[in-house]
Structure formats: C-alpha cells, structure tokens
C-alpha cells in the first residue's frame, strides 16, 4: 500500500462504510434469533475493527498528498446531487411512516437502505464526472 492515496478511493470507501451501518443496523433491529447470527456478528465486528485500522493510515496518508482541485469540484458537484436525490428520499419515506404505510423499523430499513444506495450513485457521478470534464 506504497500508492498515491485517490479521492476516487476515497469516495469509493464510503461504500463500504455504508455497508457496516446496514449491517449494524440489521444487528440492532430484528426481532428474531439464530445461532450463526453470533459468528455474524463477530465476522461483522473483526472486519469493522481491520478496516479503520487500515483506513486510518490511508487517511493519515491522503492528508500528506497534494490534492487534486478538478476532482475536489467533481466531488462537490457530485455530492450536491446527491443531497438533491436524499432529500427527496427522506420526504418519501417520512410521508410513507406518517401515513402508516410503515412502521419504524421498516423505515429504518428504508433510510440506511438509502444511505447504502446513496453512496453508490454519490461514487458513479463521481466517476463520471471526474472522467470527463463537467
């Protein structure tokens, strides 16, 4: 791990953040129970644990480099985007609780499931737009 640390791999990392809030979540919300759900979690846990320690040395790394400005404007291009597709989807699936075509639990299915599919198109217009100039 000698490379130039990316903003593309640093956004692309956000995905799998967004993973561990989903799996965490289903670890805190469901309601029933199995014996392997234990060796789950423990994968779940030992994997979160690696994967800080090693995204801390990549950050520690990123902050030493020189930044790429075209990428940064990609990025904050990009992530307005999203904030526009987010907002939308917050408003949706609060009405769809207030009218009770959800619970709870469901809801909070539906926003982490929004935060994992938010991370993904956040680092496909990323790319995209990084690709070319926009």
Sequence with gaps: MKQRVTLKEM??????YAGLIACYY???ARRDWHD???AIQGVVITFT?????????RIYRY????????AIR?????????FKILAAAVIIIAFASAVAFMDGRIAGYALVGMI???SVI???LFCAMNGKEI
Excluded: C
């Design 63 to 70: 902050g030493k480099q020189e930044k790429d400005e075209r």
């Design 26 to 28: 289903w670890m805190w």
């Design 122 to 124: 956040r680092f496909i």
């Design 11 to 16: 956004v692309g990392t956000k995905i799998i």
């Design 36 to 38: 392997f759900y234990t």
């Design 49 to 57: 644990i690696i994967f800080f320690a090693i995204r801390a040395s």
């Design 74 to 82: 990609s990025l904050r291009r990009a992530d307005a985007i999203a």
């Design 116 to 118: 994992f599919a938010l």
